[in-house]
């Protein structure tokens, strides 16, 4: 079963991360990171999601996370799905 789940995170599209709230440092994130944004994961482990997102992304993944604390708080877990822009290494979008 984990080389199953290895293989979908090494080879998806779109990235999926696990950030820290309290930090507001990425924890965990798949390869594909590498092809979206140009940085391996090990460049993502542990920096801050401000220096990773643009600042309406930032604004729109505070806001939900604000929204999910008091939630997860009464045991309520919700998996979200959103589309944000990253900042390419190369400084595009």
Known sequence: MEKKHRF????LIDAIWALDV?????EY????????SGCNVKEYLN???ENRLTPESL???TAMI???IPRLEKGIKNV????IEL???NGTL
Do not use: G, L, Y
Not at 22 to 26: N, P, Q
Not at 29 to 36: A, F, G, Q
């Open 80 to 83: 979200r799905t959103v589309e």
């Open 87 to 89: 900042i390419h290494k």
């Open 47 to 49: 920096s801050s999601i």
């Open 66 to 68: 604000a929204e999910e």
């Open 29 to 36: 994130v798949t390869e594909s990171i590498k092809k979206i």
């Open 22 to 26: 309290e930090t507001m440092k990425f």
């Open 8 to 11: 979908v995170s090494d080879n």
């Open 59 to 61: 604004q729109e993944i």
